[in-house]
């Protein structure tokens, strides 16, 4: 199975809590658990581990958590989700 680069996944992949969220407010809790309506898990993308990203976002394993956290790392936090 072939690992799929970054910029090839799917923008829902990664979504915001909310549509009209692009940005992560400096007020959000990195370290508290959050839901959303429907009971899923919610991933802060820009403090998540990867582990974290791994096992909380459906088709995104331990390679492309550890590449999105190292983008991350070098280019600074996601500013939207697009």
Known sequence: MQTAEIDELPSTKIQPFSDQVTKVSPKLNPNKSATDEEGHKVVLINFASAEEIAKNLKGIGVAIAQ????????QGPYQNFD
């Open 67 to 74: 590449r999105i956290v190292l983008r991350r790392q070098q």
